[in-house]
């Protein structure tokens, strides 16, 4: 008779009491990490644990409990939620926008005297207007990435746009860059140096001090928009579709 193998788990749900309350946990198993870790989704207040290999995973929520009161601090922090919907205030480019309905026939959605217009039925409003922002978001990243890079002599292989948490840029070896759509929500100037800051690390993969002189060379001194993202950047993740 064969024996039967062990199942290995890899992902599963647990809950974690915070404060007095049941909260959801995801722990998985991620080889490529180096030790157990906890993270706190910064826009969902969504928790994880990740493990490193099958035994850290056996001990995950031991380990979760021993952060309990760091977890409850960064949910303190969580945002509150704004709906992508008829009557929200969006920022774009830093700008304040209300969104209004729109007649149908302009096209689906369109910025008319400080306002978004949203046309068509309200099921389909939130999902438009999100559409739209990671439009707006990947033309203007993707002007100022080919902007930057050409100054440098160099050019991208690849630009992505994505909704990610835990960065606003990043370029990988073979030059490719990739963008959180969220950072159109933000004035032009820190759009502009996040895009410049994954530029210049087409050229240097560090962070020494060659690569601040490109920084400085594209864009500036970096400090006014690094302090607009340490104040202001956890809020652009409060934009999400009901």
């Known amino acids: 008779m064969r024996k ?31 030790r157990l870790i906890v993270k706190v989704h910064p826009s969902t207040g969504e928790i994880s644990v990740v493990a490193p290999s099958q035994r850290a995973l056996d001990r995950a929520m031991d380990f979760a409990r021993g952060q309990s009161d760091w977890i409850a601090a960064q949910i303190s922090r969580v945002p509150a939620i704004v709906p992508l919907e008829i009557g929200a205030t969006v920022p774009l480019r830093g700008q304040d926008h209300v969104v209004r309905p729109g007649e149908s026939g302009r096209g689906a959605v369109w910025l008319e005297d400080g306002t978004i217009r949203v046309a068509g039925l309200p099921a389909h409003h939130s999902r438009r207007l999100l559409d739209f922002l990671k439009r ?47 950072l159109i ?47 202001h950047g956890s809020a652009l993740h409060r934009y999400a579709m009901r």
């Open 185 to 231: 929500l933000a004035p032009s100037f820190v759009l502009d140096y996040v895009v410049a800051h994954e530029v210049a690390h087409m050229r240097e993969m560090n962070h020494g001090p060659k690569f601040w002189r490109l920084v400085d060379e594209l864009v500036g001194d970096p400090r006014r928009p690094q302090t607009w993202l340490h104040d």
């Open 136 to 182: 707006e978001a990947k033309k203007e990243l993707e002007a100022r990435a080919f902007h930057h890079a050409s100054r440098l002599g160099l050019k991208p292989t690849r630009i992505t746009v994505r909704d990610t948490a835990s960065r606003w840029g990043s370029c990988s070896i073979s030059r490719s860059l990739s963008f959180s759509w969220r």
């Open 4 to 34: 039967m193998k062990a199942t290995r788990k890899v992902a599963q749900r647990e809950l974690l009491r915070i404060e007095g309350r049941a909260v959801e946990v995801n722990v998985r198993l991620n080889p490529r990490a180096r």
